[in-house]
DNA sequence: AGGTTATTTAATAGCTTTATTAACGGCGCA
DNA sequence: TGCGCCGTTAATAAAGCTATTAAATAACCT
């Protein structure tokens, strides 16, 4: 098999079908999205659509799958470890809030069919399974020699887990809510998102101060 | 007329269609439900949903009125002056997750329609107008009052009751997917929650701290 | 009881949705 | 040249959806 023989993958219909859908589907959920809106946007007839992915399900499945990978790929960067436990804290929360910004609709998109749809959430329990067990122990062991050393005070992985995820990922979920109520646009919130970071990093170092 | 001369609210049909259709939309999105699906549950003839609200649509606005208005009371309780500023903030966050306790599909609900629904968010939007700079204004004053004081940090109201609402809204959010991916049984969720809502209590505390 | 109004149902129009099938056209190749 | 394959389209089946209408039934009133 020559490398590149066939048509660029990104230029290929097949391709185009999928990222098209990703994007709808991020926008609109499952059930707000069908295979005719797919083919309209592509410009193409609706029964490609189904010659290519076969059904709507199975389309949608593929542009799941794409996007746990992005998510697991995120979550497992890993950092120096010539810095501090606190530096480390503040770049994990960075690097999460940069992933948001460039997937903002990636939050609501998971939580809406982790609810409606027992595929989604098999597939999601699939991939995050290995790795937070993983991830928490090693996040549990830092803090524990942090803690041992005094640096910090003594604190469950997961509750820090949980506080760094919930405040990250709201303001990306309250996005429409806030812009509209606050009548702000794009780039209001964009530097409204660069202050909330800034307060996160600052509650966070709060609650691990001894 | 004569007060009690209709049949109670509670049992008539329109009543029971409403709540029926209030709890498939809080499970399923708009998107989710069709009006055949709620006349299957409901035991009636599909019909019969139109004749008392005309249109899906309606229906829906209905339950999302209802919905909206019981958040709304929600934020309007009021506390004591009589107990210290720190019992506040515990009492309010204590407040907002017990009401989630009750209503724990609300947040998803609400937050998907605002992304699908203009509609939806502009009823979220005129519900709330109102009461967000009162709110925020009389949180930034004790907030002033209490540092001025020295009792607590100075800080930011909207940051503060984002803080808040982040932390106490994400473990409803992701209890489908926790629950999946731990393997918790509902009565182990409440148990993880009464956990959570001490570590909340806790954060926001230190947040505070001079 | 008899007439009137309110509630409920059956039937169906008119769309939209997913999925399948058959056919069309271009391209490679023997 | 002609055969076969691939990507694509048109057509359509089958089912589901919302909404309306007319008819049936129940409730109410005097």
Known sequence: MVENNRKDAKDSMEEIILQTAEDMFLSNGYNGVSTTDIAKRVGCNQALIHYYYRTKSNLFTKV????TVSVIKMIKLRFDDGISFEEKITGIVDLHIEFLRENPRLPLFFLEEARNNDEAISIIKRAFFDYKDELIDSLQ????????VGNIAQMDAFDLAMDIVSLNIFPFLVDPIIKNVLK?????????????????????KCRLKK
Chains 1, 2 share one sequence.
């Open 64 to 67: 799941l799958e794409r996007k």
């Open 141 to 148: 062991e830092s803090l524990d020699k942090e803690a041992a």
């Open 184 to 204: 702000m646009d794009t780039a209001a919130y964009d530097t409204y998102l660069d202050g909330r970071k800034k307060e996160i990093v600052k509650l966070i």
